[in-house]
């Protein structure tokens, strides 16, 4: 499985300009469902619920997509954006980032209005408490950051045993590596991740 859906069926707002912006980019190309699941891996049925806003996508799913439209992954948060380039420099003021919400997780995706990022640096909320709430690990190229900002968090990675971190702790990992993430408390964990590595249509050549 590789969405998981909110709890509420009808389209949030951030949904449904999510939904658009991806059946305006296959649109634009002339494919169809089929088209896009071809290149992208995922399914149709997936592919059509996120263009609805019905679902989120989780990041490794967003990037797979991205990599099949052949577009940043920025396309998907923002209509206009600037590339970031060499000597540059970006700010994000507090409430600037677009929220996607699955079940086990919401992220909140910072500086969606800069394009070709090295790094896609998030904020999340952890709602999951157990591994069995997940129905697959998380993989995708690159390397991923993760520290506690509040709470306390059990990293799970494929073959390892699980790690248990607390506020202020941090993990640096391999993401290709099966990954998933899950409070360990009562109260939902707050968590900064970074991702690093190739993104949109680079993630096909990795």
């Given amino acids: ?18 939904g658009r912006r991806i059946r305006n980019l296959r649109r634009e190309k002339g494919w169809t469902l089929a088209d896009l ?16 806003g019905l679902i989120a996508l989780t ?8 990599a099949g439209l052949d577009v940043d ?24 980032f677009e929220r996607q919400e699955t079940a086990n997780y919401v992220y909140e995706m910072l500086f969606p209005e800069v394009w070709h990022k090295s790094m ?9 408490r157990e591994l069995h709430q997940f129905e697959d690990f998380v993989r995708h190229p690159g390397q991923e950051f993760l520290t506690v900002l509040e709470g306390e968090v059990t990293v799970h990675l494929e073959g390892r045993d699980p790690v248990r971190l607390g506020v202020g702790d941090s993990i640096y990992f391999d993401s ?5 993430y899950a409070s360990d408390g009562e109260r939902d964990a707050r968590i900064l991740v970074v991702c690093h590595g190739p993104v949109g249509p680079e993630i096909l050549k990795a």
């Avoid at 499985?1 to 999510?18: G, I, L, N």
């Avoid at 990041?59 to 991205?66: E, G, I, P, Q, V």
């Avoid at 896609?120 to 999951?128: E, F, S």
Wanted: charged share 25%; net charge negative; with cysteine.
């Fill in 1 to 18: 499985m590789d969405t998981a859906e909110t709890a509420d069926d009808a389209p949030s707002s951030q949904r449904h300009d999510f």
């Fill in 37 to 52: 699941c071809a290149r992208s891996g995922l399914a149709i049925s997936t592919l059509s619920k996120a263009e609805r």
């Fill in 59 to 66: 990041y490794d799913r967003l990037a797979l997509l991205a």
């Fill in 73 to 96: 992954m920025s396309a998907f948060f923002t209509d206009t954006g600037e590339s970031f380039e060499p000597g540059g420099f970006a700010v994000a003021r507090s409430g600037e």
């Fill in 120 to 128: 896609q640096p998030m904020r999340g909320t952890l709602k999951a």
């Fill in 176 to 180: 290709a590596v099966g990954h998933l």
